[in-house]
């Protein structure tokens, strides 16, 4: 979860922008980058596969 600032994820014509308050999920494996465009705060929650 974004709690401030913004991100670009993913990579070429697929890449989302998301802000303050918005969920992502980045499935394990996926290809493209995580690029913060200003100071950004997240909050990260791996969990494991059962």
């Known amino acids: 979860m974004v709690l ?3 991100l670009r994820v993913g990579a070429g ?3 989302v922008t ?3 308050g918005d969920f992502v999920h980045v499935p394990e494996q996926a290809p ?3 690029e913060a465009l200003e100071d950004t705060t997240v909050v990260c929650v791996s969990v494991s596969a059962h």
């Open 4 to 6: 401030s600032g913004a």
């Open 13 to 15: 014509s697929d890449a």
């Open 18 to 20: 998301v802000g303050a």
């Open 32 to 34: 493209g980058v995580v």
